[in-house]
């Protein structure tokens, strides 16, 4: 699964864009560090293009069967897609002001999509398109399209839509996980992601190494321990009262997944069990920041299958340096063998550093290009100068430093009083350029002075 482009003739930001998301191949470093993820990273200084991007996205698959009127006017998403033969399909999508197109490659010429009525739960067609010949149902269209489409974002002012509800009569593709949630409230509520925790349990016994040494990397260890709430099983049978733990680890915990987790049942997980340098952690306990950080990764392992597209806006956020230097890891280890497209928002130089040119999309006053330096293991100062270029402009603190460097003219008095104190940056070698001028003006006036004497 991967949207290769988009035409947008008229919404919000946009106007006649054409954003060509399709990287160029993969370099051999890239194939090494990437693998098979397919990635996009939207970058913009300052500006909603990039939300405007995603809420586009989310209007059309969240209204594509039963809604058209809700879906944006005049555009074209072209994506690929695999069938279920196994063969990559190129899908283009169309609407008009007439209706939906759809048309796939070698299987479904350009056809028109009618629109699901949910009342009658027929399709319908309008009046003035009756004679159009090719049409095509969504159920006839399903397989090529997105299996879902995952958000994980903040969307406290209703940037996007909200999920279909239970009672919803048709597919509901869109899913919203809005993290903005999290901080409605002093609890933890994990009731839609119960599917992404198990997945995550599957996936540390499969790959126990790895997931270890990538937890060390953040001084965390997975204790293997996970509680279990409101089990419907009679040999396992818990009151909404009590909690039981198991052990992925020790005989109890083998014993409940052969017994209990392999036949599938709906599980109730409470919470995991970690430890960093000797203290015991839990999910329910941890900082906010890596507390979001794995219930949003648990709620898109909850849903996310083959053939998906998931878009996240700001991974990072609350998260430390040494959390951010390691977020493309858990993506490569947590989706590298899911076929999806993963899109992502972000600002932070150890993200965008971990990329190459090809996976990013920089939007910048309307227009929509890729970077045109490489990107990959960039040091912070070249990313930031580079894309965010309103960085370049002084803060009160530099603007003070330059004015009390630049008026210095004694280079004893430079050294204790400024040099001494500032950290290694741009600022500090202008500073010791000015000692040096400093020293060279007051060596040149000693050796005038001393052929005067002579």
Not at 376 to 386: D, V
Request: hydrophobic share 35%.
């Amino acid at each position: 699964m991967f949207i290769k482009e988009i035409y947008i003739k008229e919404y919000e930001q946009f106007k006649e864009t054409t954003i060509n998301v399709e990287s160029v191949k993969k370099n051999y470093l890239s194939k090494q560090i990437l693998g098979n993820i397919n990635i996009s990273a939207l970058i913009e200084e300052y500006g909603e293009q990039r939300t405007d991007l995603m809420r586009f996205i989310a209007l059309i698959f969240h209204n594509l069967q039963s809604y058209h009127k809700k879906v944006p006017d005049n555009f074209q998403l072209i994506y690929t897609i695999e069938d279920s033969e196994g063969e990559t399909r190129e899908v283009t999508l169309q609407k008009d002001n007439e209706g939906i197109y759809i048309k796939v490659e070698g299987i479904i010429g350009r056809s028109l999509m009618l629109e699901f009525d949910k009342e009658t739960k027929t399709y319908s067609i309008k009046r003035r398109l009756k004679n159009y010949e090719n049409t095509v149902t969504y159920e006839e269209v399903e397989n090529y399209l997105p299996e879902k489409v995952i958000f994980s974002v903040f969307s406290a002012h209703g940037k996007y839509p909200l999920n279909r509800p239970y009672t919803y009569k048709g597919n509901p593709t869109y899913i919203n996980y809005d993290i903005s949630r999290i901080y409605r409230g002093n609890k933890l509520k994990l009731e839609t992601i119960q599917n992404g925790i198990q997945k995550f349990l599957e996936l540390y016994i499969e790959k126990k190494e790895v997931l270890d040494e990538l937890l060390r990397t953040l001084s965390l260890s997975f204790t293997g321990k996970f509680s279990i709430n409101n089990l419907d099983d009679k040999d396992y049978f818990i009151s909404t009262a009590t909690r039981r733990e198991f052990n992925i680890n020790s005989e109890n915990g083998k014993e409940f997944i052969e017994n209990y987790w392999n036949r599938k049942k709906n599980l109730h997980f409470y919470d995991l069990f970690f430890k960093r340098n000797g203290r015991d952690l839990s999910l329910h306990n941890m900082d906010i920041g890596e507390k979001v950080f794995f219930i949003r990764i648990f709620s898109i392992l909850s849903s996310v299958v083959d053939n998906s597209i998931v878009l996240i806006e700001e991974l990072e956020l609350h998260l430390s340096p040494s959390w951010t230097n390691q977020i493309m890891n858990w993506i490569k280890i947590l989706f590298e063998h899911y076929k999806i497209h993963l899109i992502i928002t972000t600002h932070n130089h150890l993200i965008i550093n971990n990329l190459f040119p090809e996976n990013i999309l920089f939007f910048n006053k309307g227009n929509v290009q890729k970077p045109n330096f490489n990107t990959f293991l960039a040091n912070e100062r070249e990313i930031t100068l580079r894309l965010f270029k309103n960085s370049r402009k002084a803060n009160s603190a530099e603007k003070r430093a330059f004015e009390l460097i630049k008026h210095y003219n004694k280079g004893d008095s430079l050294n204790q009083d400024i040099i001494e104190y500032l950290g290694e940056s741009y600022i500090k070698v202008l500073a010791l350029a000015r000692l040096n001028k400093i020293d060279r003006v007051g060596k040149d006036k000693n050796v005038e002075s001393d052929k005067q004497k002579e």
